[in-house]
């Protein structure tokens, strides 16, 4: 059964922020927090059924990254995994290759090795497109290259990088390999052996499974250090007690993920993404984040578009839709208290007034026609409201 995202006649298009969990997901978590409560380290008979169905969970995984199942580990999502990767895997003195496209869960760990951790760090920036040239990476690598981290699918552009070239590279090179794969798991296959890395985070969240569950990739033989330390869960990579309930969500999601995948259900999406595209750009003032030199856009999820509208503030345009029953997201972050320009689009080489004029639309795997036709009309009524009230407009902003 599909979720009722528009029961209150909302239209949801913020996919990228966090998705709604499918009634499959709820159905299979509901025994695992009263009936089916054990400890899964417990030896008894309630730990062993809450064992048995992480088990169940970590082969489902094992199918949707295709690993092993020993290279399965649980934690509390891609904030965690990402942190997980850089920490455990990189030590004083080694160099450390990311993007500056990356996300904060990943930007922020690089920060701190490179800060106090006495790694030195290379952020390669992305073409004007979005995309990261493998070449790029390739002329960062040193002799002292231990881990090149770089995202799959870009969560406010929805850009896909040329992760396989990029494996291969790290292969050359005997560096180690992290995907921050968060935005682009359930919406493309994953196959971990065929991309060559060593590390791949997911989040359950982001594809229809509940908040704070997520899985990292271990490739076998990789010298990770975990980050959790205490007893011996995980195969000693990650301490703390399963979140039985979180795993077998996330376990249900990935299963309805492959599925998903298997039906070409992001074919429909991609095609009502590409509607929604092309009706706004026929605005005037708009363009599209994440194009190629030839006006085209690059290979993205097939889910997410991000566009700018000239003489509009990017947070505002976000509330009016809000107002009028769209959830959307800007393309700005709020960092104590003060409104950023994203970085992401910043890096791309647009000025901060575009990128604040920036706005993601991310489409649920379940949002109709209907939905797209809604945002069709509210968005040109919302911009043109706020371009007769905008200072940037009427040229009085200093
Ligand atoms: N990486 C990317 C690309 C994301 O989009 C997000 C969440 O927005 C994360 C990591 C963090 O994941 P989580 O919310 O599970 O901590």
Same mark, same amino acid.
């Given at each position: 059964?599909?979720?009722?995202?528009?029961?209150?006649?909302?239209v949801?298009m913020?996919?990228?922020a966090?998705?709604p969990?499918?009634?499959?997901v709820?159905?299979?978590?509901?025994?695992?927090?009263m009936?089916?409560?054990?400890? +899964?380290?417990?030896?008894?008979?309630d730990?062993?059924?809450?064992?048995t169905?992480?088990?169940?969970?970590?082969?489902?995984?094992?199918?949707?990254?295709?690993c092993?199942?020993?290279?399965?580990?649980?934690?509390?999502?891609?904030?965690?995994?990402?942190?997980t990767a850089?920490?455990?895997?990189?030590?004083?003195?080694?160099?450390?290759?990311?993007?500056?496209i990356?996300?904060?869960?990943v930007l922020?760990?690089?920060?701190? !090795?490179?800060?106090?951790?006495g790694?030195d760090?290379?952020?390669?920036?992305?073409e004007p497109?979005?995309? /990261?040239?493998p070449?790029?990476i390739?002329?960062?690598?040193?002799?002292?290259?231990?881990? /090149?981290?770089v995202?799959?699918?870009?969560?406010?552009?929805?850009?896909?990088?040329?992760?396989?070239?990029?494996?291969?590279?790290?292969?050359?090179?005997?560096?180690f390999?992290?995907?921050?794969?968060?935005?682009?798991?359930?919406?493309?296959?994953?196959?971990?052996r065929r991309?060559?890395?060593?590390?791949?985070?997911?989040s359950?969240?982001?594809?229809?499974?509940?908040?704070?569950?997520?899985?990292?990739?271990?490739r076998?033989?990789?010298?990770?250090?975990?980050?959790l330390?205490?007893?011996?869960?995980?195969?000693?990579?990650?301490? $703390?007690t399963?979140? !039985?309930?979180?795993?077998?969500?996330?376990g249900?999601?990935?299963?309805?993920?492959m599925k998903?995948?298997?039906?070409?259900?992001?074919d429909?999406?991609?095609?009502?993404?590409?509607?929604?595209e092309? $009706?706004?750009?026929?605005?005037?003032?708009?363009?599209?984040?994440g194009?190629?030199?030839?006006?085209?856009?690059v290979?993205?999820?097939?889910?997410?578009?991000?566009?700018?509208f000239?003489?509009?503030?990017?947070?505002?345009?976000?509330?009016?839709?809000?107002?009028?029953?769209?959830?959307?997201?800007?393309?700005? +972050?709020?960092?104590?208290?003060?409104?950023?320009?994203?970085?992401?689009?910043?890096?791309?080489?647009?000025?901060?007034?575009?990128?604040?004029?920036?706005?993601?639309f991310?489409?649920?795997?379940?949002?109709s026609d209907?939905?797209?036709?809604?945002?069709?009309?509210?968005?040109?009524?919302?911009?043109?409201?706020?371009?007769?009230?905008?200072p /940037?407009a009427?040229?009085t902003?200093?």
């Open positions: 059964m599909l979720p009722e995202t528009r029961g209150t006649n909302r949801y913020d996919a990228n966090t998705t969990l499918l009634a499959e709820v159905e299979a978590m509901r025994p695992y927090w009936e089916t409560f054990g400890n +899964a380290s417990s030896i008894h008979l730990g062993q059924r809450a064992r169905a992480v088990d169940q969970a970590r082969e489902i995984l094992a199918e949707f990254f295709h092993h199942e020993a290279e399965v580990v649980f934690n509390s999502g891609g904030t965690e995994g990402d942190n850089i920490f455990g895997m990189v030590r004083p003195g080694d160099h450390l290759i990311t993007t500056s990356e996300h904060s869960a922020q760990a690089a920060r701190r !090795v490179g800060g106090v951790g790694v760090v290379t952020y390669v920036d992305p497109s979005g995309l /990261i040239d070449e790029a390739r002329a960062a690598l040193r002799p002292q290259t231990r881990l /090149i981290s995202m799959l699918a870009n969560n406010e552009t929805g850009v896909l990088q040329p992760v396989e070239e990029i494996g291969r590279i790290a292969a050359e090179a005997g560096a390999f992290h995907i921050d794969a968060v935005q682009a798991a359930g919406k493309i296959p994953l196959d971990v991309i060559g890395c060593h590390l791949l985070s997911i359950a969240h982001k594809m229809h499974g509940p908040k704070g569950v997520g899985a990292l990739f271990v076998r033989g990789t010298p990770l250090e975990s980050l330390v205490g007893g011996s869960h995980e195969r000693r990579r990650r301490a $703390g399963e979140n !039985v309930p979180g795993i077998v969500g996330l249900k999601a990935a299963e309805l993920a998903s995948l298997e039906d070409g259900v992001w429909r999406v991609a095609a009502l993404r590409d509607r929604l092309t $009706g706004l750009l026929r605005l005037y003032g708009t363009g599209l984040n194009a190629g030199s030839d006006g085209k856009p290979t993205r999820a097939a889910n997410t578009t991000n566009l700018w000239d003489q509009v503030e990017g947070e505002a345009l976000v509330i009016a839709l809000d107002l009028k029953g769209v959830a959307v997201s800007g393309g700005s +972050a709020c960092h104590s208290g003060a409104t950023e320009p994203s970085h992401v689009l910043l890096a791309m080489g647009l000025d901060k007034t575009r990128a604040r004029a920036s706005l993601r991310s489409l649920l795997k379940t949002t209907a939905d797209v036709d809604r945002v069709l009309q509210v968005v040109p009524e919302a911009v043109s409201q706020l371009r007769t009230l905008s /940037i009427a040229g902003l200093g």
